[in-house]
């Protein structure tokens, strides 16, 4: 059996279904748009799995512009999202501020990264020792060259409610979910010509999107293009302490381990340092050996705070890691033209899912990212190898 549908995404994470709220809510895109996802509970999905945090510091104009596109949409939510009372997700937004901590190795990088959110108009500062001390006097900045602190328009949200607005808004709006999993793409004349799915139909389609999180590689090289996304593991704990700082800061220290309040506790992690291993893939077990061997060293050396740590909770989950440049990768394959890329986050895919609907939106239908220029996250870079470098990767 064969169907058809004008626009199929592969992919229902909240890229997946930011496109299609954006295609047919919000531009009333006349014709099918059909969502391809095998476990609508998201159950292992990376979203679901996210930290769900907002910031505003990277090093890069367009990654600071998505974000904050990001915040201001979550914010007002439900003037954008058209849902019944009853059926609109409290995405739970609470504000907050990301400080990142710099030694004397990294300040210059920090430097620069804040000249640049500055030029954004992104109200962040910079901060020397002895500021971070009078403004947090829990910290302990001994080893501290450089602080950068967000003074505003950052914070964190729950990243399931932000994903189940969009699909209830899409599919409201007319977008098809269907449970099922592409295993074969078929092209023709340099067009994606039909999907294969796994309970043996076939999609005949218009314009594919790949919005299959740390699974596009794999989606990508069905159609013969290389794409360099892979799923890398995470493991997020969530701590709790017996002496709770009250502010409401993310810090990323400069040791990779970050700490953010969540309920009456605190959630931690890390990534790796430049240089260290990283595999690819993997089950989503927690690496419980992390807090031990990283985390709580880390931050029991950053507060006193810290120092008596009680785990109470933890879980794994993957990032759609691009591998080339830790960046996304948007917009249409230059040479399969209907073949569309929204992948490679590295973390920052629920943060920047609005502004990425829209703008695959305005892909599909104008041609081109119109209200953002994001030419610069084409495919086309990995090929040509002009990577395009985002220092402020957590």
Same mark, same amino acid.
């Given at each position: 059996?064969?169907?058809?549908? $004008?626009?199929?995404?592969?992919? !229902?994470?909240?890229? !997946? ?37 907002? *910031? ?14 990001? %915040?201001?949409?979550?914010? &007002?939510?439900?003037?954008?999202? $058209? #849902? ?10 609470? /504000?907050?501020?990301?400080? +990142? ?8 990088? =920090? ?15 910079? =901060?020397?020792?002895? /500021? ?30 932000? =994903?189940?607005?969009?699909?209830? !808004?899409? *599919? ?16 023709? $004349?340099?067009?994606?010509?039909? #999907? ?6 076939? %999609? ?42 009250? /502010? ?35 089950? %989503? ?34 990032? /759609? ?22 992948? !490679? +986050? ?11 609907? *829209? ?5 599909? #239908?104008?041609? *081109?990212?119109?209200?953002? $220029? %994001?030419?610069?996250?084409? &495919? ?15």
């Amino acid at each position: 059996m064969t169907r058809s549908s $004008d626009i199929a995404i592969i992919g !229902g994470g909240v890229i !997946g279904s930011a496109i299609a709220w954006w295609l047919k809510a919000h531009f009333a895109f006349p014709g099918s748009v059909t969502v391809i996802e095998p476990d609508p509970t998201y159950a292992e999905g990376a979203t679901g799995r996210s930290l769900g945090s907002l *910031r505003q510091q990277f090093s890069m104009p367009e990654n600071i512009l998505l974000s904050r596109f990001g %915040l201001e949409f979550v914010r &007002h939510i439900r003037n954008h999202i $058209d #849902l019944p009372e009853d059926e609109t997700p409290d995405v739970q937004f609470r /504000d907050g501020q990301y400080l +990142f901590l710099a030694t004397e190795a990294g300040a210059e990088a =920090l430097r620069s990264n804040v000249a640049t959110q500055q030029a954004t108009g992104s109200p962040v500062a910079l =901060l020397s020792p002895d /500021d971070v001390s009078e403004r947090f006097p829990w910290i302990r900045v001994h080893d501290i060259a450089l602080a950068a602190h967000g003074l505003r328009d950052e914070g964190w949200l729950d990243p399931h409610a932000l =994903l189940q607005a969009f699909r209830r !808004g899409a *599919r409201r709006a007319g977008a098809a979910f269907l449970q099922d999993r592409v295993t074969a793409i078929r092209c023709a $004349d340099n067009r994606v010509s039909e #999907l294969s799915l796994a309970v043996g139909e076939t %999609l005949a389609v218009g314009q594919v999107v790949n919005a299959a999180g740390p699974w596009a590689g794999a989606i990508a090289a069905m159609a013969g293009i290389a794409l360099p996304v892979v799923p890398r593991k995470r493991t997020v704990f969530h701590v709790t302490t017996p002496t709770p700082p009250t /502010d409401p800061v993310l810090i990323v220290d400069p040791s990779g381990v970050y700490v953010r309040p969540e309920g009456n506790g605190f959630l931690t992690g890390s990534s790796p340092l430049p240089g260290e291993p990283d595999p690819d893939g993997g089950s %989503l077990d927690p690496d419980y050996d992390q807090l031990e061997g990283r985390c709580w060293p880390a931050l029991a050396n950053r507060s006193a705070a810290f120092e008596a740590l009680r785990m109470t909770g933890a879980w794994g989950g993957f990032y /759609d890691y691009n591998s080339f440049d830790q960046n996304a990768v948007l917009g249409p394959h230059a040479e399969i033209t209907n073949f569309h890329f929204a992948n !490679g +986050f590295s973390g920052h895919g629920v943060q920047q899912a609005p502004a990425v609907g *829209r703008a695959l939106a305005e892909w599909l #239908l104008q041609g *081109r990212s119109v209200s953002l $220029d %994001l030419g610069l996250f084409s &495919h086309d870079r990995i090929a040509a190898n002009r990577s395009v470098v985002e220092r402020g990767i957590i």
